[in-house]
T-cell receptor, first 113, second 115 residues
Framework: AQKITQTQPGMFVQEKEAVTLDCTYD???????LFWYKQPSSGEMIFLIY??????QNATEGRYSLNFQKARKSANLVISASQLGDSAMYFC??????????FGTGTKLQVIP | KAGVTQTPRYLIKTRGQQVTLSCSPI?????VSWYQQTPGQGLQFLFE???????NKGNFPGRFSGRQFSNSRSEMNVSTLELGDSALYLC??????????????FGPGTRLTVL
């Protein structure tokens, strides 16, 4: 079984500043994947970034980077140079082999002009 | 390539009725998963289908069922609707199935309101 914990229900960040969204996970799988999704108010889930459990380097995708600390079981999302369009719900998720994706409760990010 | 499509986008039903939601995955994707999203419970996994077979199932009552057709399109059905079934139902497709790193592509969702 897998469990994802996102302890920040809501976050504010000033436009152009960086922000870190926290995510910790618990899994008994040896191989697993960690994902971050963005959900705007329209409802659609948008894939942002992926980190594999065996990847030694932190994943980066444009302004998104994933701070992966395997020993601490954390997979924090860092958004650099925040934009107004980044205001949304952000979900951390995990997937083990042949298993369903498990989502955290999400963090609502609001970017302030 | 067209994305995941879900129909209808919005639905209003009354208690006791049944409803069928449809999901067409990305062309070539053969794995389809369904999720229920509510403010109280968050995103919860319903079931996953691959090659017309249900591979995984979440903790939902038997009123929730699904199926997948040979063209990978999937439907989910909820019978005897309850007020608590009001939610955003999301469908996601992926390929290949079972790999930890295969991203799921989500559709826009169907927002179901039960009155």
């Amino acid at each position: 079984a897998q469990k994802i914990t996102q302890t920040q229900p809501g976050m504010f960040v000033q436009e152009k500043e960086a922000v870190t969204l926290d995510c910790t996970y618990d899994t008994s799988d040896q191989s697993y994947g960690l994902f971050w999704y963005k959900q705007p108010s329209s409802g659609e889930m948008i894939f942002l970034i992926y980190q594999g459990s065996y990847d030694e380097q932190n994943a980066t995708e444009g302004r998104y980077s994933l701070n992966f600390q395997k020993a601490r079981k954390s997979a924090n999302l860092v958004i650099s140079a925040s934009q107004l369009g980044d205001s949304a719900m952000y979900f951390c998720a995990s997937r083990g082999g042949y298993q369903k994706v498990t989502f955290g409760t999400g963090t609502k990010l609001q970017v302030i002009p | 390539k067209a994305g995941v499509t879900q129909t209808p986008r919005y639905l209003i039903k009354t208690r006791g009725q049944q409803v069928t939601l449809s999901c067409s995955p990305i062309s070539g994707h053969r794995s389809v998963s369904w999720y229920q999203q509510t403010p109280g419970q968050g995103l919860q996994f319903l079931f996953e289908y691959f090659s017309e077979t249900q591979r995984n199932k979440g903790n939902f009552p038997g009123r929730f069922s699904g199926r997948q057709f040979s063209n990978s399109r999937s439907e989910m059905n909820v019978s005897t609707l309850e007020l608590g079934d009001s939610a955003l139902y999301l469908c996601a497709s992926s390929w290949p199935p079972g790999e930890v790193d295969n991203e799921q592509f989500f559709g826009p969702g169907t927002r179901l309101t039960v009155l």
